[in-house]
C-alpha cells in the first residue's frame, strides 16, 4: 500500500510533538510508520466515509484511504497534547457561549 504525508502533517507533527530538531526525512518516516502500523481508533468526518484516526507509537494521526493509497492528513500529536487541547476546548465554552480573549487577557463572552 502506498503512503502519502501531507505538507499539513509533516508541520503539525513538528508543532504538536515539540519537535523542531528532526530532520524531514525522519518525521516523514516516523508518520508512514504510525500509517501503516496504526491501530484503528475511530471514524473522522469525511465526505466519502474513509478518514480516521490511528494511534501508533505515542502518536495520534488522521489518514484518508482511497483505493491501495493511504494519505496522512495531521498528525494530532502524543497523548499529553491532546488531553491539553481537550482541557482548553471545555474552557473556552461555558453554556454554549465561546469565551474569547481581548487585547488585555481578560475573558469576554460572547
Not at 24 to 34: N, P, T, V
Not at 62 to 83: A, E, F, H, P, S
Request: hydrophobic share 35%.
Amino acid at each position: 500500500m502506498r503512503v502519502c504525508i501531507s505538507e499539513h502533517a509533516i508541520n503539525r507533527c513538528r508543532e504538536r510533538l515539540f519537535d523542531y530538531t528532526s530532520c524531514r526525512k525522519a518525521i516523514i518516516d516516523r508518520l508512514k510508520e504510525a500509517a501503516i502500523e496504526g491501530q484503528h481508533i475511530r471514524m473522522r468526518p469525511g465526505s466519502l466515509g474513509n478518514c480516521f484516526e490511528l494511534y501508533s507509537r505515542g502518536i495520534f494521526i488522521v489518514v484518508m484511504k482511497n483505493n491501495d493509497k493511504l494519505t496522512v492528513i495531521t498528525c494530532l500529536g502524543d497523548n499529553r497534547y491532546r488531553k491539553w487541547v481537550k482541557n482548553q476546548e471545555i474552557y473556552m465554552k461555558v453554556r454554549g457561549r465561546v469565551l474569547f480573549q481581548d487585547q488585555y487577557n481578560n475573558l469576554i463572552i460572547r
